[in-house]
């Protein structure tokens, strides 16, 4: 598939990952159409059933700071969210592209449960897919998670390893992903530093 041909709907295009995949050079030719609303009403997704849609890039779910949010918003953000985009997928013949976590294969909180079922949900249900299997994702002006809270950590903490990305992986990764469109599953390889190591590199 010819990059500078495409064009994705994208939702949480505002968020840390949608807003450095719309500002990357490695996206500069996409034609991007910014999902407007809440993901989790249909009639918001119904708006674009008549869109010439290559790819959906479903990046629209709370994935950081979760004591921000309520268990039930989400789940709802996340499995209304998916269920509605993986129908306007097969309405539209487009691929939607499922941004979950490496946290899937663990469960430990209310998150990685729910994107865990969206996950499975996606390969049962959607005709074209492919769903994405991400490592934390890092950058120096990354607002939420770790990075800005490094200078705060116990040194007790600082030996810890930690896995993740940088940002210009992932969007390299990603692009390349798209582009071949061969694998229903895209890893993401990820990076390991000590907490110490990470105030240094960040």
């Not at 390969?123 to 200078?151: E, M, Q």
């Not at 798209?178 to 000590?194: A, C, V």
């Amino acid at each position: 598939m010819r990059i500078d041909k495409t064009r994705i709907l994208i939702t949480g295009y505002k968020g840390y990952i949608g807003n450095h995949i719309i500002k990357s050079k490695e996206f500069d030719t996409v034609d991007f159409i910014f999902f407007q609303g809440d993901v989790r009403e249909i009639s918001n997704w119904e708006r674009y059933q008549n869109e010439s849609l290559d790819f959906i890039f479903h990046a629209g779910s709370p994935a950081a700071n979760l004591d921000e949010y309520t268990e039930t918003y989400i789940k709802e953000s996340i499995l209304k969210g998916t269920r509605n985009a993986i129908a306007l997928s097969n309405f539209t013949g487009s691929t939607l592209v499922n941004f979950s976590t490496r946290g899937i294969y663990n469960s430990k909180n209310i998150y990685e449960k729910t994107k865990k079922i969206s996950y499975v949900e996606t390969i049962n249900t959607c005709d074209k897919f492919i769903n994405l299997i991400i490592p934390r994702v890092y950058s120096k002006d990354r607002k939420k998670g770790l990075i800005p809270k490094l200078n705060t950590i116990p040194k007790k903490d600082m030996h810890r390893n930690i896995q993740y990305i940088t940002i210009t992986h992932f969007l390299k990764r990603l692009k390349d992903g798209i582009k071949n469109d061969n694998d229903y599953i895209l890893f993401f390889p990820f990076r390991e530093n000590t907490i110490e190591e990470l105030k240094e590199i960040f």
